[in-house]
């Protein structure tokens, strides 16, 4: 009998894009193991690694902080922006400085993305709020500005929101061009080195097969769009799902470490990581 692997993900576009072919339907060999989707919000996930019940799981970079000790995190299935990343965005309009001190929706704690808004704005107010909400909370004066997330990050214009900050801008501004790391798949350390290897190969070329067959996989993801149309799924798709979510590569990898090192010496994560990758191409 196979070996099930729970493989925790988010409802995402992305996510969804990349581990279709692990849906069953023998378009990747997945050896002796059968993949059960355990699809969830991803602070939901941040949340749920804490108890280590998922296998594999997509996680947080800032949650991995607090679990690196269960889990390692998987070199392929990373999500990075390049330049762009988790916007701030307002009813009306407003500059970055005066983000201090203001009432913000974020997308959960444990996100990457609140954990970059900490470290640019100290002091500001957060009031969490489920992902897919924050953009009509905003547009709605409930609170004065939002982090937004997933495809919230290129929608956000259609409610007359206002852009205050690109967090991923901001930090490859002040890193030299690193790109801020965001999501990665992390891998239950207790599987042994036999079951982790084999593992790391199989989810990787389930990404390799659906960006070689982009069409069929960008189907599957429309099913988790929410509204998008195929132009704008087929964009958030490409700034998720692309070479670097097959290999964080050595300024991906040294940009993780960066990011949670300065966590840490800001106090916002309990002790100092040093982040294991598994299946670094040699």
């Not at 964080?248 to 949670?260: K, M, N, T």
Request: net charge negative; charged share 25%; aromatic share 8%.
């Amino acid at each position: 009998m196979p070996t099930t692997i729970h493989l925790g993900h988010s409802p995402d576009p992305d996510d969804a894009f990349m581990w279709f072919p692990l849906l069953g339907e023998g378009l990747v060999d997945s050896g002796d193991y059968r993949f059960e989707h355990v699809i969830q919000d991803i602070e939901t996930l941040n949340r749920r690694a804490a108890t280590g019940d998922l296998e594999v799981t997509a996680l947080s970079i800032h949650a991995y902080a607090h679990v690196a000790d269960r889990y390692a995190l998987l070199n392929a299935g990373a999500s990075m922006g390049e330049g762009y990343g988790p916007l701030v965005v307002s009813r009306e309009p407003l500059a970055a400085d005066d983000l201090a001190g203001r009432r913000i929706a974020i997308p959960g704690d444990m996100t990457s993305a609140a954990l970059a808004l900490r470290m640019h704005t100290p002091g500001f107010l957060p009031d969490i709020q489920y992902f897919e909400a924050i953009p009509a909370i905003v547009a709605s004066g409930e609170v004065e500005a939002g982090l937004l997330i997933h495809e919230g990050q290129i929608t956000y214009e259609n409610l007359g929101l206002h852009k205050v900050v690109d967090l991923g801008e901001w930090w490859a501004g002040r890193t030299g061009g690193l790109p801020i790391p965001l999501g990665g798949n992390a891998i239950r350390r207790d599987l042994g080195e036999e079951a982790i290897t084999e593992l790391a190969a199989i989810l990787e070329s389930s990404i390799h097969y659906a960006l070689g067959h982009r069409p069929a996989a960008l189907a599957h993801a429309m099913r988790y769009g929410r509204d998008l149309d195929e132009g704008l799924a087929d964009r958030f798709v490409a700034m998720y799902v692309n070479d670097r979510t097959l290999d964080y590569g050595d300024d991906g990898r040294r940009s993780v470490c960066q990011f949670l090192d300065e966590a840490f010496e800001l106090g916002l994560i309990p002790r100092r990581v040093e982040p294991e990758f598994i299946g670094v191409p040699q």
